[in-house]
């Protein structure tokens, strides 16, 4: 029922940074709980970052200090800055929404966006 599209991924030097979107559609974005996964083949998906409907952040302990997630729930938008990226963050990056909060059960998810970390 609810859409969510990403896009701001792409190739980066070790070092750079990049900002990532991912925007819904609907007019109940202000009451869900968003947040942003990655995963590689073979690997378990790994949580990154999540805010919920008071703009409450939350950040997993590997990307803590380099990560930030915003939301603009004016543009139904949420989004990932990442800075200082290194080539172990090359994978394609996931934008969910969750309609309980944290726990993210059963939640919407994008189609994923690729972002390449270059040495």
């Known amino acids: 029922q609810v859409q969510l599209v990403e896009s701001g991924g792409g190739a980066v030097q070790a070092g750079g940074s990049l900002r990532l979107s991912c925007t819904a559609s609907?007019?109940?974005?202000?009451?869900?709980?968003m947040g942003w996964f990655r995963q590689t083949p073979g690997k378990e998906r790994e949580f990154l970052a999540s805010?919920?409907?008071?703009?409450?952040?939350f950040y997993g302990d590997s990307v803590k200090g380099r990560f930030t997630i915003s939301r603009d729930n004016a543009k139904n938008t949420v989004y990932l800055q990442m800075n200082s990226l290194k080539p172990e963050d090359t994978t394609v990056y996931y934008c969910?929404?969750?309609?309980?909060?944290?726990?993210?059960?059963?939640?919407?998810w994008g189609q994923g966006t690729q972002v390449t970390v270059s040495s």
């Open positions: 805010i919920n409907k008071s703009s409450s952040p």
């Open positions: 969910a929404a969750s309609r309980n909060g944290r726990n993210f059960i059963n939640p919407y």
């Open positions: 609907g007019r109940t974005f202000s009451t869900y709980t």
